[in-house]
C-alpha cells in the first residue's frame, strides 16, 4: 500500500477519529473569544453558504453608482416620539382643543411645548431641541411617514427589517452585504444598545438568510470598560502570536477538510467570526475608549449615557464601520406628556447636535447619512390612561423622521399630516419607502440589491419602497 493510499485509509477525517469539528470544539475553548465570536455572527448561517472568495466577504465593494454617503448612523428613538410635540408643529390642537378629533376616537390636546423658526430655512421646531433645532438647514424632516401595525415589538422590527412576518435581513446587514467593510479588523455593522435589549431583541439586527458575517454585534454601552463591553474581547491564556498560530493551524485544517470532502458553511462562518474576534482584540479596544478624545471633544457630546454612545459611534465611523445603530430609548409616552417627552429629548438634544457639529467639522457629514426617528408616532388626542396628566398613545398613521448628510437636502420639509397631526395626507412615506432612500444614499438601487434564498430573489424593500428625489441635494 502506498503513502496517498495509507493517508486517504486511516485520515481521521475518513473514520472520524479526530473530526474538523471536533478539533474546533476543543481548540476554541482556548481562544477565550467564543462570546465576541457569538455576538460577530457564529452559527447563524441561513441554508446557502456565500460564494467562495479569496478575498472575504467583507471585502469592500462599489455601489450600483456613486452614492454620497459612505456610511450611516441611525439613532433609533424606541418608544415613539410624538411628532405633534417635536417636529410636525400643529396649532389647530389649540384651537380645538377637548373637541373630537375625527378618526381618533378621543379630544385634542396641544402640545404643551412652543415651536420656533429656525435656520436659513425657517423650519418650525419645538423648544424641547434647542440644540438640534440649530441645525434643521443640514434637515430633510419628513412630515409624513406611516407604518403598520402601532405595537412596539412589531413595528422596530419592522422598521429595522421591513419585514412583519418573516425573518428578514436589518437594514444593516443589507448595507454591508451591499458595500463590504473598508475595515476588516472591526465588525461592519455595530448596534450600540444602553443595557436591555429592546423589543423584538437581535431581529433587529440579524443577518437572517444572508451569511452570517453580515449579521450586526450588540454592545452594551452601559459599561465603562471594553472588557466589560465586549465580554472575553482579550485570551488571558495565550499571547496574540501563539493565538495567531492556532487559528492558522485550523484555517489549514480547513482547506484539508474542504479539499477533500467538501465545505461547510457553517464552520466557514465560525472560522470567519474567531478570525474577527482575533483582529478586534487591538482594534476594539481603541475604538470603544472614548477616554482618549481630547476634553474639548468630550465635553461637545456631554457626560450622559447618550453622548458616550454617540461618541463610540464617531470614532467607529471613523474606522470604517459601514452601519452604526444608537438606540435611544424612553419616547413611550402615555402619562405626562409635558414632563416625560422633555427629559427624553434633553438626553439625546445636546449630544446629537454634538455629533452632527462635530462631524461637520471634521468634513465627515457630507459622507455620512444620520438618520433620526422612532417606529411610528402618537395620536394628536389625550391618551384615555392619562387621566389628569395625560400622555399620548400608539399611532401608525402619521409621524417624523429626519435624515441630514450623506448627500441629502439640508433645510427641507417633506410631506405633511393632516391639520391636527395624526394622519399622514399629502406626499406620504412609507417604512419601505425610508428602505429606499437610505440605500439610495449609499448609491444602491434598491430593486436591484437582491440576495437569491431559497428559489427567490429576496429585497429589504420587498416589492415596494420608492426613491424621493426632493430629499436630495
Known amino acids: 500500500m502506498n503513502d496517498t493510499a495509507m493517508n486517504q485509509k486511516y485520515s481521521p477525517f475518513n473514520h472520524g477519529i479526530f473530526s474538523r469539528r471536533d478539533f474546533l470544539e476543543k481548540t476554541g475553548t482556548g481562544f477565550g473569544l467564543l462570546s465576541l465570536a457569538g455576538l460577530t455572527g457564529m452559527g447563524l448561517l441561513g441554508n ?6 479569496a478575498s472575504g466577504p467583507l471585502a469592500p465593494k462599489q455601489p450600483h453608482f456613486p452614492g454620497k454617503a459612505k456610511r450611516v448612523i441611525h439613532i433609533f428613538a424606541q418608544g415613539a416620539p410624538s411628532q405633534v410635540d417635536t417636529w410636525d408643529p400643529k396649532p389647530a390642537l389649540a384651537t380645538h382643543a377637548g373637541q373630537q378629533v375625527p378618526g381618533m376616537n378621543g379630544v385634542a390636546m396641544p402640545s404643551p411645548f412652543k415651536f420656533a423658526k429656525h435656520g436659513r430655512s425657517g423650519i418650525e421646531v419645538s423648544e424641547v431641541f434647542p440644540n438640534l433645532a440649530k441645525h434643521v438647514d443640514e434637515m430633510a ?66 443577518s437572517a438568510f444572508l451569511p452570517g458575517t453580515f449579521q450586526g454585534t450588540s454592545i452594551n454601552t452601559t459599561f465603562d470598560r471594553v472588557e466589560q463591553m465586549i465580554q472575553n474581547i482579550r485570551n488571558p491564556y495565550l499571547p496574540l502570536d501563539e493565538q495567531r498560530r492556532q487559528l492558522d493551524l485550523v484555517h489549514k485544517f480547513n482547506e484539508l477538510h474542504a479539499q477533500n470532502l467538501q465545505k461547510d458553511a457553517g464552520l466557514e462562518a465560525r472560522l470567519e467570526a474567531h478570525e474577527m474576534a482575533f483582529k478586534m482584540q487591538t482594534e476594539a479596544t481603541t475604538a470603544f475608549d472614548i477616554s482618549k478624545e481630547p476634553a474639548n ?25 459601514r452601519f452604526i445603530q444608537v438606540w435611544a430609548s424612553g419616547w413611550d409616552h402615555h402619562s405626562d406628556i409635558e414632563g416625560r417627552l422633555s427629559a427624553s429629548a434633553e438626553e439625546i438634544d445636546s449630544p446629537l447636535a454634538g455629533l452632527l457639529t ?36 400608539h399611532n401608525n398613521k402619521g409621524f417624523s423622521t429626519w435624515l441630514a448628510g450623506g448627500g441629502i437636502k439640508g433645510g427641507t420639509i417633506y410631506g405633511a399630516t393632516d391639520e391636527f397631526g395624526g394622519q399622514a395626507v399629502e406626499n406620504t412615506v412609507h417604512v419601505h419607502d425610508l428602505h429606499a432612500n437610505i440605500l ?27 426613491v424621493i428625489k426632493p430629499l436630495f441635494a
Open 48 to 53: 446557502e453558504a456565500h460564494a467562495a472568495d
Open 297 to 321: 471633544v468630550r465635553a461637545l457630546y456631554g457626560n450622559s449615557s447618550q453622548g458616550k454612545q454617540l461618541l463610540i459611534a464617531r470614532r467607529l465611523m471613523e474606522r470604517c464601520v
Open 141 to 206: 424632516i419628513i412630515r409624513s411617514m406611516h407604518t403598520d401595525i402601532p405595537a412596539h415589538e412589531i413595528a422596530t422590527v419592522f422598521m429595522n427589517t421591513g419585514s412583519l412576518r418573516i425573518a428578514k435581513p436589518s437594514v444593516g446587514s443589507w448595507v454591508v452585504y451591499g458595500l463590504g467593510s473598508e475595515n476588516q479588523n472591526i465588525p461592519g455593522y455595530i448596534s450600540l444598545r444602553p443595557g436591555r435589549m429592546p423589543p423584538g431583541g437581535s431581529q433587529n439586527w440579524q
Open 358 to 393: 462635530d462631524l461637520k467639522q471634521r468634513g465627515l457629514l457630507d459622507s455620512t447619512l444620520v438618520v433620526w426617528g422612532g417606529e411610528f408616532g402618537r395620536k394628536p388626542t389625550k391618551d384615555k390612561n392619562g387621566n389628569a396628566n395625560p400622555g399620548r398613545d
Open 440 to 466: 439610495n444614499a449609499l448609491g444602491f438601487d434598491h430593486e436591484k440589491l437582491r440576495y437569491r434564498y431559497n428559489g427567490r430573489d429576496f429585497r429589504l424593500t420587498d416589492n415596494f419602497g420608492k
